[in-house]
């Protein structure tokens, strides 16, 4: 037997007992007359004691010698510690070593194991297997699986099949960049990993399985801007016989009961929003509602004064902010930097400082009287004290670019508390959106989404105007699911995709299995997926997914630690009938 108990469960009830225990290094101590060592599993750590008085010379001088990270296994009686350390469930306790071997001998670690690391951040991924020790990144991955299993029996219990689909399949156009994976055994065709399991999971409605979800590995080959990562987790999930509503309760249920065996926190029916009015309001179709800072639209107030800028503008919005009359000249100086910033591109910000006094100072005080500048402190709601700032330009542009100074503020301001969750549908998306580089319509969702009903004679006339039956979950200002209710009839599915500028014969060749199975009985049905790594990162209080992954690749999409991607030999080549033209 390795063990008769791990490192993190004895206390002063174990006092007297023989135990065998094994683990890692975590410290060594040495007083000359005793050594300690912490010694570190996955469940804590108990601390070892050697003692000149009580334990053989022998075994003290091969303690001596241990080093950080070594893996032994040591035998002995749990005693009293004379000094107690609170903090730790073991603290009242140590062990008093008779019998000591070592398993297997360590290098010096190239960064500490402990919770706060000197270790960078490259550093700790070269070595993950290290960091994975530390009890930051253990208990993340910990928490993932307990997510992971609440979901799966959540799911199960409302009736859902598990069911994997396939990794390698066929590459298609739409969406983003295909991972693809050269065949060998069809010269000179690939395979593509998933972007989704899209297809399949409504194939498996048309085979009758009703509720499907499967927690899978999805692949896209994104350039990883913010926190993405090109392989990722979804719990994917479709629904048969069902409309949208029975899918926003479902998974409305999913995330409350997430919510409450997490964080210990209830919710009403969450909060809907169509994508028409969070655009209006927020000028992003996730927008978090932690707090307020609502965009308010100025151009009655505002236009035809004088000031050009305005005047020539389709749009004049702003935020009030609330208690930043004091920012400074030079705070809104940076503030003004900051929103021409090119990640940003606004061209100027206004500013109408409500001062506590009731006086009032804008940037373009020059343009309007001071009763003018009263209306807008009134249709702003502000209140002495507050800042106001405004935008303006084409509506498609302004609307992100306030959207961003939002954000930047909440953040600034302290609004975005990660222990506060603001869940929120947002429904009602277009079902297509123009895209200038390619002079065409795209799927806002993807080609398989339903437009609503009551707009499906808009589809000849005015596309861009067509709502679809598509919602996303969004939480805390990220949009941690979407979905939609699918068509499930060949002829509309055909239309949607001559839409999307498919001719009849790459719609075939693309989607020709799916519009078949539509001929054979396709069921009503409709579904959504979470973002796996997301979710666990947000119920975990926190917002970088990297950190909720085992083993995640940097900003480059490289593994560092296994050194991938890589080339591959000649004759691996050779055999899949590629040349390397460029390197
Ligand atoms: N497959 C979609 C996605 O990955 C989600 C869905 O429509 O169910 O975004």
Redesign the pocket.
């Known amino acids: 037997m390795y063990r008769t108990n791990t490192c993190g469960e004895l206390n002063e009830s174990n006092i007297g007992q023989k135990v065998i225990l094994a683990g890692w290094i975590q410290t060594i101590r040495d007083k000359g007359f005793l050594t300690w060592i912490d010694l570190r599993d996955r469940y804590g750590i108990t601390q070892l004691v050697f003692d000149e008085q009580r334990t053989d010379k022998n075994l003290i001088d091969k303690a001596k010698k241990l080093g950080r990270e070594f893996v032994i296994q040591a035998s002995g009686t749990v005693i009293e510690r004379s000094s107690k350390n609170p903090n730790l469930p073991t603290g009242a306790i140590e062990i008093l070593v008779e019998e000591l071997s070592i398993l297997n001998p360590s290098l010096v670690p190239p960064f500490t194991i402990e919770d706060e690391t000197d270790g960078g951040e490259e550093l700790r991924m070269k070595y993950r297997y290290l960091d994975i020790r530390r009890n930051p990144v253990k208990e993340k991955l910990i928490f993932r699986s307990k997510v992971a299993q609440l979901v799966r029996n959540y799911l199960s219990q409302e009736g859902f099949i598990e069911v994997e689909t396939p990794v390698l399949i066929k590459s298609t156009p739409e969406g983003a960049r295909d991972f693809v994976v050269p065949s060998r055994m069809n010269p000179g065709q690939f395979y593509a990993l998933p972007q989704?399991p899209?297809t399949f999971k409504q194939l498996l409605m048309v085979g009758g399985l009703d509720k499907y979800f499967q927690l899978v590995k999805?692949f896209r080959d994104e350039d990883l801007r913010a926190d993405r990562q090109p392989e990722f987790t979804?719990i994917?999930c479709e629904m048969s016989f069902v409309e949208q509503e029975d899918i926003l309760r479902t998974f409305e249920g999913l995330t409350k009961h997430l919510l409450k065996e997490l964080k210990n926190l209830s919710f009403d029916k969450f909060p809907r929003m169509t994508y028409a009015e969070a655009m209006k309001k927020y000028g992003n179709d996730k927008p978090d509602i932690r707090f307020g800072m609502e965009f308010i639209e100025f151009n009655e107030e505002l236009q035809n004064s004088g000031f050009k800028v305005f005047d020539d503008a389709e749009l004049v919005v702003g935020i009030n902010v609330e208690k930043c009359a004091v920012y400074t000249r030079k705070q809104l100086d940076e503030l003004t930097d900051w929103v021409k910033r090119p990640q940003i591109g606004a061209s100027g910000l206004v500013y109408i400082r409500y001062n506590e006094d009731g006086s009032i100072k804008s940037s373009v005080d020059k343009f309007y009287s001071e009763e003018k500048l009263k209306v807008v402190i009134q249709k702003a709601n502000a209140q002495p004290g507050d800042l106001i700032l405004i935008l303006s330009g084409q509506a498609h542009k302004v609307r992100p670019q306030l959207s961003a100074l939002r954000m930047e503020l909440a953040e600034r301001l302290g609004l975005r508390d990660p222990e506060v969750y603001a869940p929120l549908w947002i429904v009602d998306f277009p079902l297509l959106e123009w895209d200038e580089e390619e002079n065409r319509y795209v799927a806002m969702?993807?080609p398989f989404t339903s437009p609503k009903p009551e707009d499906i004679s808009l589809l000849d006339t005015h596309p861009g105007e067509v709502r679809a039956n598509a919602y996303d979950l969004v939480l805390n200002g990220n949009e941690i699911g979407?979905?939609?209710v699918r068509i499930y009839n060949k002829e509309l599915q055909g239309k949607m995709l001559s839409l999307l500028g498919f001719s009849q014969e790459e719609a075939e060749a693309q989607f020709g299995f799916l519009m078949n199975a539509f001929k054979f009985g396709a069921p009503p049905h409709g579904?959504?997926?979470f973002g796996f790594d997301r979710f666990v990162a947000i119920l975990g209080g926190q917002e970088v997914i990297r950190d909720y992954i085992a083993f995640p690749k940097n900003n480059s999409g490289r593994d560092v630690m296994i050194d991938a991607p890589s080339y591959i030999h000649e004759q691996q080549l050779e055999e899949l009938n590629l040349k390397i033209t460029k390197e």
């Open positions: 989704s899209q999805c979804q994917d969702h993807h979407g979905g939609s579904g959504i997926a």
